[in-house]
């Protein structure tokens, strides 16, 4: 799907402000509220834009943060163990790397028997998962969405 300067900008004005209403951003921008509408269900409806709540893990009693990197045998085991690893809701992130341990995940417990449990009962039971390296978090600084510099997405004038 091709986005263009509109699009950018109404993704910017929902970045800083998911509750936003149309008319506010259909102001701020010069649009029709009808057009800011029509764009937000079009970039919804093609995957580039969720509204969401955000909600603080430890704020609600998920104390236990971890990253934990994983080996998969045989390779071609890796994607659908990913993708296992992507289902459970313990997971805020889950990618396939180079190295040693080919999918890293980060994931938010309840607290370390809800990691244990979770690692013994839960990944370690994923077909081809053969070992893991668990680090934990001890102080969280950030926790939040990535914030994207949309105007890096317009093309640069030379």
């Given at each position: 799907?091709?986005i263009d300067k509109?699009?950018?900008a109404i993704?910017?004005?929902?970045q ?5 209403s149309?008319?506010?951003i ?5 649009l029709?509220?009808?057009t800011v509408r ?8 093609s995957?580039?834009?969720?509204i969401?709540?955000?909600v603080?893990?430890?704020a609600?009693?998920y ?9 998969v045998?045989p ?7 990913a ?12 990618a ?7 999918i890293?995940?980060?994931?938010r417990?309840r ?7 979770l690692i013994t009962?839960?990944?370690?039971q ?20 990535t ?7 317009l093309?640069r004038h030379?």
């Amino acid at each position: 799907m091709e986005i263009d300067k509109t699009d950018l900008a109404i993704m910017s004005q929902l970045q800083e402000d998911g509750r936003k209403s149309f008319t506010d951003i259909a102001s701020e921008l010069g649009l029709a509220k009808n057009t800011v509408r029509n764009r937000v269900t079009r970039l919804q409806d093609s995957g580039l834009l969720r509204i969401i709540g955000w909600v603080d893990p430890t704020a609600v009693g998920y104390t236990s943060p971890a990253l934990i990197q994983i080996a998969v045998e045989p390779p071609n085991l890796i994607e659908d163990a990913a993708n296992a690893l992507a289902e459970m809701p313990e997971t805020r992130f889950v990618a396939m790397m180079t190295g040693e341990y080919p999918i890293i995940v980060d994931l938010r417990c309840r607290d370390r028997e809800h990691l244990t449990e979770l690692i013994t009962q839960s990944i370690y039971q994923i077909p081809g998962v053969i070992s893991m390296r668990t680090n934990t978090y001890l102080h969280v600084y950030k926790y939040g969405p990535t914030r994207v510099d949309l105007n890096a997405h317009l093309p640069r004038h030379t």
